[in-house]
Nanobody, 118 residues
Framework: QVQLVESGGGLVQPGGSLRLSCAAS????????MGWYRQAPGKERELVAT???????NYGDSVKGRFTISRDNAKNTVYLQMNSLKSEDTAVYYC????????????WGQGTQVTVSS
C-alpha cells in the first residue's frame, strides 16, 4: 500500500504564496498520475492540478495561471506552488496518487489546511 503525507499548509494573506508538498511512501514503484484536490466548507471536492509520470499537467480553471504543479520522481514527491492566493482558495488540500496496477485502489492523503485571510 501507499501512504501520502501533505505538508506546507497554513495561514496566508490575500496575494501571498504557499508551497505544498506531498511525499509518497510504501509501494511507490507503480504510482502513475499524482495530483492535488481541494474541498472548501460546504462545497464538493474539486480538481486543483494533476501531473503524469512524464510531466504532463492539467489544472482546474480556477487556478490556471496562479498555481504550478511539479514532481520529483526520484523523491516520490509532488509539489504545488500557489501564488496570488485569494480568499476563495481557502480549503483543505488533498494529495492523490493513482496506482497503475489493475484492481489496486487509488490513495489519498489526510489533507492540509490552507487559509487565505487578511
Amino acid at each position: 500500500q501507499v501512504q501520502l503525507v501533505e505538508s506546507g499548509g497554513g495561514l496566508v494573506q490575500p496575494g501571498g504564496s504557499l508551497r505544498l508538498s506531498c511525499a509518497a511512501s510504501g509501494s511507490v514503484f507503480n504510482i502513475g498520475l499524482m495530483g492535488w484536490y481541494r474541498q472548501a466548507p460546504g462545497k464538493e471536492r474539486e480538481l486543483v492540478a494533476t501531473i503524469s509520470r512524464g510531466g504532463a499537467t492539467n489544472y482546474g480553471d480556477s487556478v490556471k495561471g496562479r498555481f504550478t504543479i511539479s514532481r520529483d520522481n526520484a523523491k516520490n514527491t509532488v509539489y504545488l506552488q500557489m501564488n496570488s492566493l485569494k480568499s476563495e482558495d481557502t480549503a483543505v488540500y488533498y494529495c492523490n496518487a493513482v496506482v497503475v496496477v489493475v484492481g489496486v485502489p487509488n490513495y489519498w492523503g489526510q489533507g492540509t489546511q490552507v487559509t487565505v485571510s487578511s
